[in-house]
């Protein structure tokens, strides 16, 4: 527990992400990486120095046998208001607009949804779940289909919302956030998505674990070079 919640403090402390006195929604999904977010933001708040408040927010998109229990029952416990907002995001993407490959759509309908949901709460900032993995996956996903370099940074500023978006779980890998979730018995959501597995991000998944099977120092080497290459916003 204290190794995430550390790795979480660094994060916060390196790119200067929370300021006193911010309102900051956390965008939970009820996935395994939005609910350590969630438990680590609350046990930060207790005893960091500058003084923030968290607000727990999950999109229902609308796909059929969806249970946010556990979100709330988390929620109860850490004594964290919590939001659900409401939005046919599902029915836009698969049975208005038919997408075959919905992920783009579906995360660009997500962060608006979210982003005016923090607004309307009086947040500031909202905090993102990505993790380490998620940092390296989207280097080589714009590598290898966009053939850019470039991955999302530590702490955005979107003016036209005037709100910021941080990613304190930067710093810990996917392996460490199963670990956390299995050690304390946090419940997840399950998402039917009929996408889950099938996408691009899966498939640099794949060509990551079998790379580490050859070079264990895989991960920790690309996700050094992007610090070191400076890309936007990874300036500490």
Not at 24 to 51: Q, W
Not at 94 to 121: Q, V, Y
Not at 132 to 147: A, K, N, Q, R, W
Not at 189 to 198: D, F, I, L, Q, R
Request: hydrophobic share 40%.
């Amino acid at each position: 527990m204290k190794k995430i919640l550390a790795q979480v403090r660094k994060a916060v402390q390196d790119y200067d992400m929370i300021s006193e006195g911010d309102r900051i929604a956390i965008g939970v999904s009820g996935g395994k990486d939005s609910m350590t977010l969630l438990e680590n933001m609350a046990r930060l708040m207790c005893f960091y120095p500058k003084h923030f408040e968290i607000h727990a927010v999950t999109l229902d998109m609308g796909l059929e046998n969806m249970d946010f229990t556990p979100i709330s029952k988390l929620c109860a416990q850490l004594d964290i208001p919590f939001t659900l907002e409401r939005t046919n995001i599902a029915k836009i993407i698969f049975d208005i607009r038919k997408e075959p490959n919905p992920c783009s759509m579906c995360a660009n309908l997500r962060r608006g949804a979210l982003h005016n949901a923090a607004i309307s709460l009086g947040c500031n900032k909202v905090a993102l779940a990505h993790n380490m993995d998620d940092v390296i996956e989207t280097l080589l996903l714009s590598t290898f289909y966009e053939g850019r370099l470039h991955t999302f940074s530590p702490v955005t500023y979107l003016d036209r919302k005037n709100i910021y978006l941080i990613r304190p779980l930067i710093y810990s890998t996917e392996k460490e956030i199963k670990a956390f979730v299995k050690e304390n018995n946090i419940e997840i959501v399950h998402n039917p998505c009929k996408a889950n597995g099938n996408t691009k991000r899966q498939v640099i998944k794949d060509l990551i674990f079998e790379m580490s099977k050859q070079n264990k120092f895989i991960k920790s080497n690309i996700f050094g070079a992007i610090k070191r290459a400076c890309l936007d916003g990874w300036h500490e």
